[in-house]
Nanobody, 123 residues
C-alpha cells in the first residue's frame, strides 16, 4: 500500500545545492523512519541520511554530515534532503525509503522504496 516518489533531482555544477523531496502515500508516515540512499551503477546502495519518526533523531553518513540535511514535514507526508556543496562524488541515483525500526542505516532496515531520482554533478 505504501508508495514513495522522489523528486528534485537534476544536473548541477560542483559547489551548488539541490533539495530532494520524497512524498509518501498509503499511510504510516508519521510513525516511520525515513531514509535516503544513493547508488551508482555497479556499486551497492549506500546510506546517506535518515530521520526518525517525530524528527527527534537524525543520522548521516560521513560523506554527508555537514553538507546534507534531512528533514520531514508530517503534515505533507514528505521528507527532504537538502544537499549543499555538491561534488562529483555525489552523482548517483538517490532513493527514498521508509521503515519502522531505529536506528536505520542499512538497506534491510527499510520496507518500502521509491523508484529513485538522478542527481548529476558536473564541473
Amino acid at each position: 500500500q505504501v508508495q514513495l516518489v522522489e523528486s528534485g533531482g537534476g544536473l548541477v555544477q560542483a559547489g551548488e545545492s539541490l533539495r530532494l523531496s520524497c512524498a509518501l502515500s498509503g499511510g504510516g508516515f508519521s510513525t516511520a523512519a525515513m531514509g535516503w540512499f544513493r547508488q551508482v551503477a555497479g556499486k551497492e546502495r549506500e546510506f546517506v541520511a535518515a530521520i526518525k519518526w517525530t524528527g527527534e533523531s537524525t543520522s548521516y553518513a560521513d560523506s554527508a554530515r555537514g553538507r546534507f540535511t534531512v528533514s520531514r514535514d508530517d503534515a505533507k507526508n514528505t521528507v527532504f534532503l537538502q544537499m549543499n556543496s555538491l561534488n562529483h562524488d555525489d552523482t548517483a541515483v538517490y532513493y527514498c525509503a521508509c521503515g519502522w525500526v531505529w536506528p536505520a542505516k542499512k538497506v534491510n532496515d527499510y520496507d518500502y522504496w521509491g523508484p529513485g531520482t538522478q542527481v548529476t554533478v558536473s564541473s
